[in-house]
């Protein structure tokens, strides 16, 4: 029997990882956006309640509205759908709040349609709806939504998502200061070229990193969670970053950088009174400014986009 609608909890992401400017990221499991998509007669994407934040309902103007259009562009189905989305994950926040939009809608989709794509091709999708709120099409924050866990973008053209393994005492540390960076302002301040040696340390730490995760070796972990490239521009535009992380480090993160294009800090921390110790050291130095904050601890999600 085809189902007719569904309820999913679409997942915020980690971007970059530091070492992996727009290749890595990993999947959280405590914040997250949720959806209602339902089957119409007419054709087309309606999107007819959004709660949590403002949003455009305009199909065409909405990330998660434009990532369906495309896969009914391809799918051609003799129907239409409602989107209902209840925002949880701030625009602008640097986990992953337009991918999580971008996603949900097409991963829905996908099921109520009896599952005709792929992961790759659903995240191909999502893609579209990213570029709305970017500027670009990359798969960064939306692969970890879709396939879980940690993942890394091999290319997006054509797309080639690789799933990485997750050690299993993984936790991951999140403070969110209620200030916007956007994206697209996030990636104008990067320099157009680096230094070759600069260059070469940021692909050993990324290689580094895939092979520690890949063998639970949380020491090389600790050693690979270094940027470079993008952390010393970037730093600039999120107040006290230097301060938060340092003060994580020497809590017992394994590492600490830039979620995204900010103005959230994500750290990493082998098991949860770790990850813990993080957020209270976190905590205390946005505590003594005027900046309002929030903190999560999130075990590592390896499932991605689950149905309610």
Known sequence: MTKNEIKIFSPATVANVSCGYD???FCLDTIG???IVRKTEKKGIFITKIEGYKLPFEAKKNVAGVSALAMLADAQPNCGFEIE?????????GIGSSSASACGSVFAINELLGRPYNKTQVTDFAMKGEALAS?????????????????????????EVLQLPTPKDMYATIIHPQIEIKTSDARAILPKEFPL?????????????VHALHTNDYDLLKRALHDVIVEPHRSRLIPHFAEVK????????LGAGISGAGPSIFTLSKGI???KSVERAMRDVY???TIAFETYVSRINTGGIKIL
């Open 246 to 253: 340092s003060a994580a480090l020497i809590h017992g993160a």
């Open 85 to 93: 989305i209840y925002k949880k994950i701030k625009p602008g926040s």
């Open 287 to 289: 505590s003594s400014t």
């Open 23 to 25: 290749v890595l990221g």
């Open 135 to 159: 500027g670009s099409e990359h798969a960064d924050n939306l692969a970890p939504g879709i396939f879980g866990g940690f993942t890394l973008v091999k290319s997006t053209s054509p797309l």
């Open 197 to 209: 040696t600069d260059a070469i340390t940021q692909w050993a730490n990324v290689g580094s990193f």
């Open 33 to 35: 956006d949720e959806m």
């Open 273 to 275: 009174e770790n990850a």
